[in-house]
């Protein structure tokens, strides 16, 4: 049980709940929670949006890589403003300083926002040569994210439902006798919190969501995990925010990649693109005209003078 006292798992910073499946819209405000099918159309945000503090940039002190095998490869932060497209890579040694955020600017149009892609490995193989190794015997990688954006409604009058995206597609490998990867994303939208958080472990056990994953079929039925091998995790979940005049929202996500090997090999990727969707104008109450008014009064008038003659005759 060597590796267990050396597993680092970030803490969650959100609440854990089911997440929303693809092809729904969880809409989000004073009326409760809806389902609806979204509907994307790119567009220039309406000038009564605010969109601010957009930002995308690693934990302070989370990036760390041991080893010579480890490698951060096809990694980069990315991001779209105004439908401009932009990307900016790092690799193991980190380019990109804490609290750097390479997003140009705050959104403007729908089908604007920011991603992250990574992809890091590492292997060791020195357990089975020395069977009391050191702390230090390992090697191993580990990185953490945060992002997110705020988006209000200036509006005296209108309602807006603005749908946020969230696509990512995420996958952990480890083999050999011990190894381990754990790849976490959480995500909050308001008042809704969703996760994707998957483990490949040698020794543990793999996990999907914070559960061990069972074999079907076990060779051993007292012992149904399954160890080390392939674990991966996809979606797409769209999230309807209702915004009413002078609401204002948060978009906070978080990433954390904890990657380890003392005898063996392991590997993650992951890819995840947050963005606007599309946005929806709802606008106050209509007011009747003066010209309306009018003609309702003489029609009114009328109806009154043929009641009264029905009435005489």
């Known amino acids: 049980m060597i590796q267990e006292s050396y597993h680092t798992r970030l803490d969650n910073i959100f609440s854990k709940c089911s997440a929303v499946k693809a092809g729904t819209v969880a809409l ?20 009564d949006l605010s969109i601010s503090n957009s930002s995308i ?13 480890t490698s951060i490869t096809g990694s980069s932060f990315s991001a779209k403003v105004g ?11 980190g380019p990109l300083g804490p609290g750097t955020n390479p ?35 390992s090697t191993l990688f580990s990185l953490g994210v945060d992002m997110g954006f705020d988006i209000s409604n200036t509006s005296g009058v209108d309602t807006y439902d603005v749908v946020i995206k969230w696509m990512f597609d995420s996958s952990v490998t480890a083999s050999g006798l011990d190894a381990y990867s754990n790849s976490e994303f959480d995500l909050s939208v308001g008042s809704s919190n969703v996760f994707t958080d ?21 060779s051993d039925p007292t012992d149904p995990y399954i160890y080390g091998g392939t674990v991966t995790d996809a979606d797409t979940l769209l999230f309807t925010l209702a915004l009413a005049p002078g609401d204002m929202f948060s978009i906070i996500g978080a990433y954390s990649l904890d990657g380890e090997a ?28 003066p010209t309306t008014m009018l003609l309702f009064g003489v029609g009114l008038a009328g109806l009154t003078a043929v009641q009264r003659r029905k009435n005489r005759s």
């Open 198 to 218: 998957i483990t490949a472990d040698t020794l543990l056990g793999n996990e999907f969501d914070g559960n061990l994953i069972t074999d079907p079929s076990p």
């Open 28 to 47: 989000i405000g004073g009326a409760g929670v809806l389902f609806a099918v979204g509907i994307t159309t790119a567009a220039l945000l309406p000038g």
């Open 83 to 93: 439908g401009a497209d932009t990307a900016t890579g790092f690799d193991k040694t």
């Open 103 to 137: 997003i140009p600017g705050n959104f403007t149009d729908t089908g604007d926002g920011f991603g992250i892609t990574v992809n890091a490995q590492t292997s060791h193989n020195d357990l089975t040569a020395d069977p009391s190794p050191s702390p230090n015997d």
């Open 262 to 289: 003392f005898e063996g090999s392991t590997s993650a990727s992951f890819s995840s693109f947050l963005s606007i969707d599309s946005v929806t104008k709802h606008g106050a109450a209509a007011i009747p005209e």
């Open 57 to 69: 940039a690693f934990d302070t002190g989370a990036f760390a890589t041991v080893g010579d095998s």
